[in-house]
């Protein structure tokens, strides 16, 4: 089989390797879709400081399983299935509390051990989500991007009450917004954004008013309007993000932050406490697997709408580099297998 391989940071090859036998309670997918994440590139270029090399990339992937591993019925053999790529332990304490996404020996599927990037994986059984046949191959592989949007927002409970502010309008930002608008009926949805073109694909998909933050001080240009947002999600994650959003949160705002920049920034305990402010933060994702494939079946988001190319696998470096230097007319970029 074909695999796209970093064999160390900036060496990508499409690799042969054996078709892998599905362990006891894994099963085997023949991939047919994969989505290209900020994280597939980071370990490309060497700055995911998880990774281990060799590593076959690719924590979105979508396909059918052909062969199951000992203690998997037979029948489900043919599903067609999203893989979550979260493997944890199930017994640790972060297991215990439901969220398997910090689990003590946390695997994340394409760094930690090899990913979707390839004709064939093999995962844990309970890792297979099936997909309804109403959800297209390529809904299908947008299923993990939207379960990080489910996890913020499970954990920050959006209602009718709240104007929620949005940083960034990438993948993330855009996700939340459709989940925000689509599922939770938020009041209004503001979203901030460097570049023009990512804030039209927000307005897209359901923002209310979108402001370029480039040049303008966002606090002021928010009180200006008369707007303290109730909640706000950094989706972009620039250090320079908490400390702004504290200060131009609405008191009892929640405030939820997905970055991982391990550089410090300057907040003060007076700034969160006065407004009794409730800051979340959010990896990956807990079990919500079941939760978008619901919000797909029924409608409730658009992931076609984030989808701007797709290449076939042959074509990873090319693909990579356009999702990397073109933000402004790339979003999601989907290898097809
Ligand atoms: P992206 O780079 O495509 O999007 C980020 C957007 O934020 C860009 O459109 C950029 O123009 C904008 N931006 C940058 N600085 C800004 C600022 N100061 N104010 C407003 N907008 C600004 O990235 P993507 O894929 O949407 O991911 C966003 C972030 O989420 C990344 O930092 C990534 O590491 C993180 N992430 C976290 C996950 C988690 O589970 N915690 C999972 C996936 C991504
Ligand atoms: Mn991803
Ligand atoms: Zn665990």
């Known amino acids: 089989m074909k695999s796209v391989v970093i064999q160390e940071p900036e060496?990508?090859?499409?690799?042969?390797?054996?078709?892998?036998?599905?362990?006891p309670g894994e099963?085997?997918?023949?991939?047919?879709?994969?989505?290209?994440?900020?994280?597939?590139v980071h370990i490309y270029r060497g700055?995911?400081?998880?990774?281990?090399?060799?590593?076959?990339?690719?924590?979105?992937?979508?396909?059918?399983?052909?062969?199951?591993?000992?203690g998997v019925e037979s029948s489900r053999i043919g599903e067609r299935v999203v893989g979550d790529p979260v493997v944890s332990c199930g017994h640790c304490y972060p297991c215990s509390v439901g969220k398997p996404n910090v689990c003590t020996s946390l695997q994340v599927i394409g760094v930690h051990r090899d990913g979707g990037f390839s004709e064939y994986i093999t995962l844990p059984a309970r890792n297979a989500h099936v997909v309804p046949d109403s959800i297209a191959d390529r809904e299908a592989t947008m299923i993990e991007p939207f379960t990080i949007?489910?996890?913020?927002?499970?954990?920050?409970?959006?209602?009718?009450?709240?104007?929620?502010?949005?940083?960034?309008?990438?993948?993330?930002?855009?996700?939340?917004?459709?989940?925000l608008r689509g599922v939770y009926g938020v009041k209004e949805i503001i979203v901030a954004d460097r570049l023009d073109e990512r804030l039209a694909m927000a307005?897209?998909?359901?923002?209310?008013?979108?402001?370029?933050?480039?040049?303008?001080?966002?606090?002021?240009?928010?009180s200006k309007l008369g707007i303290r947002p109730t909640l706000i999600v950094d989706a972009a994650c620039h250090v320079s993000i908490l400390p702004e959003a504290i200060g131009l949160a609405s008191p009892?705002?929640?405030?939820?932050?997905?970055?991982?920049?391990s550089e410090p920034c300057m907040i003060s305990q007076q700034g969160i406490t006065s407004k009794e402010l409730?800051?979340?933060?959010?990896?990956?994702?807990?079990?919500?697997?079941p939760m978008v494939i619901d919000w797909m079946v029924k409608g409730k988001i658009a992931p076609?709408?984030?989808?701007?190319?797709?290449?076939?696998?042959?074509?990873?470096?090319?693909?990579m580099e356009i999702f990397e230097k073109d933000p402004k007319t790339c979003c999601k970029v989907l290898l097809k297998f």
């Open 278 to 289: 409730t800051i979340y933060s959010s990896r990956l994702n807990s079990n919500r697997f």
């Open 149 to 179: 949007a489910a996890n913020i927002c499970s954990q920050m409970n959006p209602g009718p009450l709240d104007v929620a502010l949005v940083y960034g309008a990438g993948p993330m930002g855009l996700t939340t917004i459709q989940a």
């Open 252 to 261: 009892a705002a929640r405030i939820g932050i997905m970055g991982f920049s």
């Open 304 to 319: 076609e709408k984030l989808i701007t190319h797709q290449f076939d696998y042959t074509h990873v470096i090319n693909a």
């Open 27 to 40: 099963v085997r997918l023949r991939v047919e879709s994969a989505g290209i994440c900020g994280s597939d």
């Open 47 to 70: 700055h995911n400081p998880f990774a281990k090399y060799p590593r076959v990339i690719g924590h979105e992937f979508f396909g059918r399983i052909d062969a199951v591993g000992e």
């Open 11 to 23: 060496k990508l090859v499409i690799e042969e390797r054996p078709i892998p036998q599905p362990l």
């Open 203 to 222: 307005k897209e998909s359901g923002a209310d008013r979108i402001i370029n933050n480039t040049d303008i001080d966002l606090a002021s240009e928010l």
